[in-house]
């Protein structure tokens, strides 16, 4: 049984996917082949760090080798997506001391920060990688705990054929401006409003 509202959404749907199909034209000038893209995550909204771990299984599924650099968790952290990272032989570092509003040290938190970034400036200027994710790594950016000038310099210089992943709030205008994707997820709503707490599985 359908009801008018469904029957209405259905036939409105019909004639614009109908226009759509009639209406479609490829592109032109679209390039071929494989180019590195920089592509951020950023706004308020849930599943950043969720789009970038879809993207590494969708390269790792397609042969590419992937790592993540997670910049606010810790080293020892066994949240759901570092087991099947683990299962899947997929690397990642944590290199941070949690999340900034529990430091009880912000200065150490600014060094492993800076700490963590030559890490993974190490991995983007050795080329090994065909993929890798800079989680949360726009907090550095904005605290000015890492410098944007070197961050720029050493994208530009990666391998033209790398992919970068840059996720968490607030991404900084030049990092936009940089960027060949960028995607700001904003929240419509969020069970921690209605006093629910984080479900494992679904936030760690």
Same mark, same amino acid.
Not at 27 to 35: D, L, P, T, V, Y
Not at 132 to 150: H, M, N, R, S
């Given at each position: $049984?359908?009801?008018?509202? #469904?029957?209405?959404?259905? &036939?409105?749907?019909?004639? &614009?996917?109908?226009?759509?199909?009639?209406?479609?034209?490829?592109?032109?000038?679209?390039?071929?082949?494989?180019?590195? =893209?920089?592509? !951020?995550?950023?706004?308020?909204?849930?599943?950043? #760090?969720?789009?970038? =771990?879809?993207? $590494?299984?969708?390269?790792?599924?397609?042969?590419?080798? !992937?790592?993540?650099?997670?910049? =606010?968790?810790?080293?020892?952290?066994?949240?759901?997506?570092?087991?099947?990272?683990?299962?899947?032989?997929?690397?990642?570092?944590?290199?941070?001391?949690?999340?900034?509003?529990?430091?009880?040290?912000?200065?150490?938190?600014?060094? $492993?920060?800076?700490?963590?970034?030559?890490?993974?400036?190490?991995?983007?200027?050795?080329? &090994?990688?065909? =993929?890798?994710?800079?989680? &949360?790594?726009?907090?550095?950016?904005?605290?000015?705990?890492?410098?944007?000038?070197?961050?720029?310099?050493?994208?530009?210089?990666?391998?033209?054929?790398?992919? !970068?992943?840059?996720?968490?709030?607030?991404?900084?205008?030049?990092?936009?401006?940089?960027?060949?994707? !960028?995607?700001?997820?904003?929240?419509?709503?969020?069970?921690?409003?209605?006093?629910?707490?984080?479900?494992?599985?679904?936030?760690?």
């Amino acid at each position: $049984m359908t009801d008018d509202l #469904t029957r209405q959404r259905r &036939e409105a749907a019909m004639r &614009e996917l109908t226009e759509q199909r009639d209406n479609y034209r490829k592109k032109e000038g679209i390039s071929k082949g494989r180019r590195g =893209l920089l592509i !951020v995550n950023t706004g308020k909204g849930k599943g950043k #760090t969720t789009a970038a =771990l879809g993207l $590494m299984l969708r390269a790792h599924g397609r042969g590419l080798k !992937v790592k993540m650099f997670q910049f =606010l968790k810790h080293d020892t952290a066994k949240f759901g997506e570092h087991r099947t990272l683990d299962m899947l032989e997929i690397p990642y570092q944590g290199l941070g001391d949690g999340w900034t509003w529990r430091s009880k040290d912000l200065e150490n938190s600014a060094e $492993m920060a800076a700490h963590g970034w030559a890490l993974a400036r190490e991995a983007i200027e050795g080329g &090994e990688y065909d =993929l890798i994710v800079l989680d &949360e790594f726009t907090y550095p950016l904005k605290y000015g705990w890492v410098a944007w000038p070197d961050v720029e310099a050493v994208l530009k210089a990666r391998d033209p054929r790398m992919h !970068v992943v840059i996720t968490g709030r607030d991404a900084i205008p030049e990092l936009v401006a940089l960027a060949d994707t !960028v995607s700001e997820i904003q929240p419509v709503k969020h069970a921690y409003e209605q006093g629910i707490g984080g479900q494992q599985g679904i936030e760690y």
